[in-house]
């Protein structure tokens, strides 16, 4: 393989994996919200998300439309007492964890 050849590799590549992470922002943003959901709610969310089927134009329209969320998780997560970060593990839901004596 020529060097040319490898740097067509390499920059096939890295588009590759630059698609695979912009694709996922969207995802990633959801995240503040379900999160927050869930520790307010102090269970696993399961109701409609505002993110829903919403498709965003560009990044900064994802953000904006993302950071009330955001503002609200880092809120709530200011709001935990210590007692709230105390947890346990509740067999009944496999990926959630959940404060003593809840």
Known sequence: MSGAELLCLNLTETR??????WRAIPLALEADYLYGQ???ERRSHSGDSPF????FDD???A??????YRESLLETVLGLSGGDLK??????QRYWLHPQGW
């Not at 953000?63 to 009330?68: E, G, H, K, V, W």
Request: glycine share 4%; no cysteine; proline share 4%.
């Open 38 to 40: 869930m520790l307010r």
């Open 52 to 55: 829903g089927d919403r498709h």
């Open 59 to 61: 990044l900064n329209a």
């Open 87 to 92: 947890y346990h593990r509740n067999r009944s």
């Open 63 to 68: 953000l904006a439309f993302a950071n009330p």
């Open 16 to 21: 590759r994996r630059s698609i695979r992470i």
